[in-house]
């Protein structure tokens, strides 16, 4: 009789036991144990385990000996490392920019580490690796919170108009609230919001969009809307109507509103 093959918890509590005391899970496996979504299907069992330790790799156990063991987090009943950590270790090993993209901005979009966690994480680990993840994060260091706001920045660069500022509340001159653009150019007023139409659609949200814009047109604040799949499939075309936007943003009196982070 065949036995059968080990189940992912398993392969994780066996590589525990080969890295011995002190060691944690970490890269896709320990995010899945965080809950995030937007990985790659995780293989390997990637451990951290103290560098004085002699255990290698071997099988499905990945070992990587390393001088700055990390706090273990414990995570339905297993040590993981923290995502910031988490994350960028499994990064390391991934040659798809959207891949790793998207593990960044989820972990910073849904709260679990900041950019600026991920910045000093870099810096100190292993450089190996580090190329993607390093491209990838500076958009959420200049305050991208998605895939998609990552896309948008990368675009608003290439435009060569006077930096934005993302995801910053904007107020009218009572004090109100108006909406938080995905970015915003504080010198004209001007909003660029990259809405998606699966999202903007449906029900509830296509009243909060319509009711939105109703706030930026009672404000005098000029909004550009673009679907995020032309952000790919049309840069160019993007990149002519904000610069047009913006012309015309500056072609007529700034109104009285203002933003805070």
Same mark, same amino acid.
């Given at each position: 009789?065949?036995?059968?093959?080990?189940?992912?918890?398993?392969?994780?509590?066996?590589?525990?036991?080969?890295?011995?005391?002190?060691?944690?899970?970490?890269?896709?496996? %320990? @995010?899945? +144990?965080? =809950? /995030?979504?937007?990985? #790659?299907?995780?293989?390997? &069992?990637?451990?951290?385990?103290?560098?004085? !330790?002699?255990?290698?790799?071997?099988?499905?156990?990945?070992?990587?000996?390393?001088?700055?063991?990390?706090? %273990? @987090?414990? +995570?339905? =009943? /297993?040590?993981?490392? #923290?995502?910031?950590?988490? &994350?960028?270790?499994?990064?390391?090993?991934? !040659?798809?920019?959207?891949?790793?993209?998207?593990?960044?901005?989820?972990?910073?979009?849904?709260?679990?580490?900041?950019?600026?966690?991920?910045?000093?994480?870099?810096?100190?680990?292993?450089?190996?690796?580090?190329?993607?993840?390093?491209?990838?994060?500076?958009?959420?260091?200049?305050?991208?919170?998605?895939?998609?706001?990552?896309?948008?920045?990368?675009?608003?660069?290439?435009?060569?108009?006077?930096?934005?500022?993302?995801?910053?509340?904007?107020?009218?001159?009572?004090?109100?609230?108006?909406?938080?653009?995905?970015?915003?150019?504080?010198?004209?007023?001007?909003?660029?919001?990259?809405?998606?139409?699966?999202?903007?659609?449906?029900?509830?949200?296509?009243?909060?969009?319509?009711?939105?814009?109703?706030?930026?047109?009672?404000?005098?604040?000029?909004?550009?809307?673009?679907?995020?799949?032309?952000?790919?499939?049309?840069?160019?075309?993007?990149?002519?109507?904000?610069?047009?936007?913006?012309?015309?943003?500056?072609?007529?009196?700034?109104?009285?509103?203002?933003?805070?982070?």
């Amino acid at each position: 009789m065949r036995p059968a093959d080990p189940t992912d918890e398993q392969r994780l509590r066996a590589g525990l036991l080969r890295g011995g005391e002190r060691s944690m899970i970490t890269g896709l496996w %320990a @995010l899945r +144990r965080h =809950g /995030l979504r937007q990985l #790659p299907e995780p293989d390997d &069992v990637h451990l951290l385990v103290p560098h004085e !330790r002699e255990v290698t790799s071997s099988g499905f156990a990945l070992v990587e000996r390393t001088t700055r063991l990390p706090t %273990a @987090l414990t +995570r339905d =009943g /297993l040590p993981v490392a #923290p995502v910031h950590r988490a &994350v960028l270790d499994g990064a390391r090993r991934i !040659r798809d920019f959207d891949a790793v993209q998207a593990m960044l901005a989820e972990a910073v979009q849904r709260k679990r580490c900041t950019p600026e966690q991920l910045d000093r994480e870099l810096s100190r680990g292993s450089q190996r690796g580090s190329a993607l993840p390093r491209r990838a994060l500076q958009a959420l260091l200049g305050g991208a919170e998605s895939v998609a706001e990552a896309d948008a920045w990368e675009i608003w660069k290439l435009s060569g108009l006077p930096a934005a500022e993302w995801n910053v509340s904007v107020f009218d001159r009572e004090g109100g609230y108006i909406s938080k653009p995905d970015a915003w150019c504080e010198d004209v007023a001007f909003a660029w919001e990259i809405d998606s139409r699966s999202y903007h659609e449906d029900g509830d949200h296509f009243a909060a969009t319509l009711a939105r814009n109703a706030r930026y047109s009672a404000a005098g604040i000029i909004c550009l809307q673009t679907l995020p799949m032309r952000l790919r499939t049309e840069p160019g075309k993007v990149i002519t109507e904000l610069r047009d936007t913006y012309a015309t943003a500056c072609a007529r009196p700034r109104p009285p509103v203002t933003c805070r982070p």
